[in-house]
């Protein structure tokens, strides 16, 4: 089972208090995920610890957080296939993420990174007039195309493509 490390805000808005969690994070690494207002609506942003790859959710209700597993692994998939990933690595991470427990943050430097990723979307959600007119792919895409300090200014898809061992061929 893998974990899903929350902020308090997000787990107040699972109505969870976090999974207590032993052993470290071996196999693909955790995530981390945090609850956002984008024009004054509620957003969940999954970033992969290893490469601080991102994954969106916007406009969510409350049925929405009682699903949340299910919408990440859905979102998981649909964005790795975008990006041209395998259909061996997203079935990889899939089976992996298939059971997630929801636990509280644990590493300050995901959390720094995940917070500039916010402003990021942010700042493109300001071009639009509203949530619905919003291309989500293509903001979803300028993150993980840019390049992150914490990686060495190496670009997230690129850092997920390495964990998963793919080549540069490994993506269309």
């Not at 994954?55 to 041209?84: P, S, Y």
């Not at 929801?102 to 700042?123: K, Q, W």
């Amino acid at each position: 089972m893998r974990v899903i490390r929350c902020t308090k805000k997000l787990l107040k808005e699972l109505r969870r208090e976090g999974d207590t969690v032993t052993g470290g994070d071996d196999g693909l690494g955790g995530w981390h995920a945090n609850l956002f207002l984008v024009l004054r609506r509620k957003c969940v942003l999954f970033i992969h610890d290893r490469s601080l790859y991102s994954l969106i959710l916007v406009g969510l209700k409350r049925k929405d957080f009682d699903n949340l597993q299910f919408l990440f692994g859905e979102m998981l998939f649909k964005t790795m296939r975008v990006d041209g990933f395998s259909q061996k690595s997203i079935e990889r991470m899939l089976t992996e993420y298939e059971h997630v427990q929801f636990a509280p943050t644990s590493s300050r430097s995901v959390l720094g990174s995940m917070n500039d990723r916010i402003e990021h979307i942010r700042v493109q959600m300001w071009r639009y007039d509203s949530l619905e007119s919003a291309d989500i792919g293509r903001i979803r895409q300028s993150v993980n195309e840019a390049p992150m300090g914490a990686l060495n200014f190496a670009l997230p898809v690129e850092e997920l493509a390495r964990v998963l061992g793919e080549g540069p061929s490994g993506r269309e």
